[in-house]
């Protein structure tokens, strides 16, 4: 069973009032497990969750021209959901996929949306959650513009040793934005 106060100090870290109203966001919390491979969302579908992992890693990927591009993962401690189709509620262009076993918890889209209509500091940490998507969201683009695929695999090394190994190379080669060859050969060149 994933630890429901890794939700909690999260949520503290983006927003230091969240403590104060943990009570409203804890019933909300239903807790989710998903097998290696298993998807979260698919493409083409409604993403009606937002997902917590605690355990395991999940991909964000779509299909162009016929082959896999990876946008994103989701390490233990991080938030994850097809963010424009959450929040239209419409379908999405992205899956989510369990690329090990993955535990964690999910907030439910009209779960949310009630409670936002109940508490404006619930709604405001909410808000915050989404700026704090962004800004990942926006630190990638800036580094496949100013970083070596070179740069952004020691980054990605860094800020995630433990894990990283148990991505495929495939993946880490498709969210680098090069191909498997071309990550052996930096995978070389640091050994």
Excluded at 72 to 83: N, R
Excluded at 125 to 138: C, V
Excluded at 152 to 181: D, H
């Amino acid at each position: 069973m994933p630890d429901i106060l890794q939700v909690k100090e999260v949520l503290s870290q983006l927003d230091r009032h969240s403590g104060d109203n943990w009570h409203l966001f804890e019933p909300l919390l239903q807790p989710v497990v998903f097998s290696n491979g298993s998807f979260l969302t698919h493409a083409g579908r409604v993403s009606s969750a937002i997902y917590f992992i605690s355990e395991g890693i999940v991909r964000v990927f779509t299909v162009h021209q016929d082959r896999e591009v990876c946008l994103d993962f989701a390490f233990p401690g991080q938030f994850s959901t097809a963010y424009a189709s959450f929040i239209t509620q419409h379908p999405s262009a992205v899956s989510l996929q369990a690329i090990t076993p993955v535990k964690g918890f999910a907030f439910y889209y009209t779960d949310l949306q009630e409670l936002y209509q109940r508490s404006h500091t619930a709604e405001r940490t909410g808000r915050l959650l989404a700026e704090y998507q962004y800004l990942r969201k926006y630190r990638r683009e800036l580094a496949l513009l100013q970083y070596t695929a070179k740069e952004r695999y020691i980054q990605l090394l860094e800020e995630y040793p433990q894990v990283v190994q148990q991505i495929p190379v495939k993946y880490i080669a498709s969210y680098l934005g090069i191909a498997p060859e071309s990550l052996s050969r930096i995978r070389k060149e640091l050994t």
